[in-house]
């Protein structure tokens, strides 16, 4: 493949933030064993008071069923490389022969069935 100019690179980190931060602090009281919840793409971003609330609570998380854990992870790798696209399209974004999208995911997913999943991205 020839191209005219370098690719353009952009990173992905697909990342929910209070899942991070409340793992984090988990870390710092000393609670190593627990039961992930599901993350929420949009979630308003929670307090360091809300978490360790939350935390000091130890609630069952709700379950995760059938293929929500896929679903889930569906609508957050598309969340975020729709708003990649959407930057990319913006004014004054270089133009480029190619565009590669790279993605870090960090989505909490236990037990994702990585195929069913892909498959699923492409209905979102």
């Given at each position: ?32 064993t ?49 708003n ?41």
């Amino acid at each position: 493949m020839f191209c005219l100019t370098a690719p353009s690179y952009q990173a992905c980190v697909i990342l929910a933030e209070n899942v991070a931060h409340e793992s984090t602090l988990r870390a710092t009281v000393g609670q190593n064993t627990y039961l992930m919840r599901s993350a929420v793409v949009g979630e308003p971003r929670k307090s360091k008071k809300q978490l360790l609330a939350e935390i000091e609570e130890d609630r069952m998380p709700p379950p995760m069923m059938g293929d929500s854990v896929e679903r889930a992870w569906a609508e957050a790798i598309a969340h975020f490389v729709d708003n990649k696209v959407a930057s990319a399209k913006k004014p004054g974004y270089a133009a480029h022969d190619e565009h590669w999208l790279v993605i870090y995911d960090n989505w909490p997913a236990p037990a994702l069935q990585r195929q069913l999943a892909l498959s699923l991205c492409k209905s979102v």
